[in-house]
């Protein structure tokens, strides 16, 4: 595969198939974004991924949108608390083992991200804790399953 610049993606790369043809999904965003990892239960995400289906266009714009909600809201001033994610992989005797916790990307304009990178500065917390407690948060409180 050959990667060439495409005019409509700010001269980032396009990954070409043997047919020279564009793989993978299209760019929707020309501005470059930063990407905060976490981890989460897989049933907590295969949930995020309805919630989204129903309610936005893509996971991004559905994390996007519950990290502003997150920040302007500050349920943690009215008594939420901070959950810390687990390993996606644990050891036992050197053998390796899934935990059914799933690492994801939080992908974010970049301004959000030095926002959130200030509160947990703030808070002495983690981007990590910052970001799985918002995520429960949401699918808690926000789009609670009925």
């Known amino acids: 595969m050959a990667k060439v610049a495409n005019s409509n993606t700010a001269n980032k790369p396009v990954t070409l198939s043997h047919r020279r043809s564009p793989v993978g999904r299209p760019r929707s965003r020309l501005e470059s974004l930063a990407v905060i990892q976490t981890r989460i239960p897989e049933p907590m995400y295969r949930y995020c991924k309805v919630v989204q289906s129903i309610r936005y266009p893509s996971l991004t714009e559905m994390f996007e949108d519950m990290l502003i909600r997150f920040d302007t809201e500050r349920p943690w001033e009215?008594?939420?608390?901070?959950?810390?994610?687990?390993?996606?992989?644990?050891?036992?005797?050197?053998?390796?083992?899934?935990?059914?916790?799933?690492?994801?990307?939080?992908?974010?304009?970049?301004?959000?991200?030095?926002?959130?990178?200030?509160?947990?500065?703030?808070?002495?917390?983690?981007?990590?804790?910052?970001?799985?407690?918002?995520?429960?948060?949401?699918?808690?409180?926000?789009?609670?399953?009925?």
């Open 78 to 146: 009215h008594g939420l608390l901070w959950r810390q994610p687990k390993s996606a992989i644990s050891y036992h005797d050197a053998d390796a083992m899934r935990t059914g916790w799933k690492q994801i990307n939080i992908n974010l304009k970049k301004d959000l991200k030095s926002k959130i990178i200030t509160t947990c500065k703030t808070l002495n917390i983690s981007m990590s804790a910052y970001s799985y407690t918002a995520l429960y948060w949401w699918i808690q409180y926000v789009y609670p399953q009925k």
